[in-house]
T-cell receptor, first 115, second 110 residues
Framework: DGGITQSPKYLFRKEGQNVTLSCEQN?????MYWYRQDPGQGLRLIYY???????QKGDIAEGYSVSREKKESFPLTVTSAQKNPTAFYLC??????????????FGDGTRLSIL | SQQGEEDPQALSIQEGENATMNCSYK?????LQWYRQNSGRGLVHLIL?????REKHSGRLRVTLDTSKKSSSLLITASRAADTASYFC??????????FGTGTLLAVQP
């Protein structure tokens, strides 16, 4: 079955700690995205990558970092500089740019909380 | 910044009734998409309508787009308890980015 796998499902962060959220896809999609969802709000774009070894900041990139070394993987690190990290994090993927905007496929999210 | 605003924020109906949700946006778009999110899960793509289309159907879903008013509506006919979820519109641009609205929470009472 093709899809997107996010892990872990729940994650707890201590003060001053960096944590990394995993996102893996086997859909052979070029583009991948990270969103943050807060209660009662829509999704806000953190980072996106349209091709391996390239990524761009979204609307709320401060306090986050990403890498895109493999097509299948797009991990997100929540750094200690992110002062309010408690949220639901969603990873998505889509076919590449240049073909108009495509539907995005989502993982089931990671819920991050502060200890 | 959020481009799309859904209306209403919450909607409660009885099974078998129709549900209509509206989305307004601010700038020109390439297309508009609707997604569903069950509680605690990821989003699922429902339907995409391009800027040169006015209406699209998929099963019990009907989407309209009025680019002159910068608005779209999603109609779910003959609703079921399983349709209970949050519904989001998302506006798409040539950069392959989507901007999501704030969502409508639909509750279908059995």
């Amino acid at each position: 079955d093709g899809g997107i796998t996010q892990s872990p499902k729940y994650l707890f962060r201590k003060e001053g700690q960096n944590v990394t959220l995993s996102c893996e896809q086997n859909l052979n999609h070029d583009a991948m995205y990270w969103y943050r969802q807060d209660p009662g709000q829509g999704l806000r774009l953190i980072y996106y990558s349209q091709i391996v070894n390239d990524f761009q900041k979204g609307d709320i990139a401060e306090g986050y970092s990403v890498s895109r070394e493999k097509k299948e993987s797009f991990p997100l690190t929540v750094t200690s500089a992110q002062k309010n990290p408690t949220a639901f994090y969603l990873c998505a993927s889509s076919t590449g740019a240049g073909s108009g905007v495509q539907p995005q496929h989502f993982g089931d999210g990671t819920r991050l909380s502060i200890l | 910044s959020q481009q799309g605003e859904e209306d209403p924020q919450a909607l409660s109906i009885q099974e078998g009734e129709n549900a209509t949700m509206n989305c307004s946006y601010k700038t020109s778009i390439n297309n508009l998409q609707w997604y569903r999110q069950n509680s605690g899960r990821g989003l699922v793509h429902l339907i995409l309508i391009r800027s040169n289309e006015r209406e699209k159907h998929s099963g019990r879903l009907r989407v309209t787009l009025d680019t002159s008013k910068k608005s779209s509506s999603l109609l779910i006919t003959a609703s079921r308890a399983a349709d209970t979820a949050s519904y989001f519109c998302a506006t798409g641009f040539a950069t392959n980015k989507l901007i999501f609205g704030t969502g409508t929470l639909l509750a279908v009472q059995p």
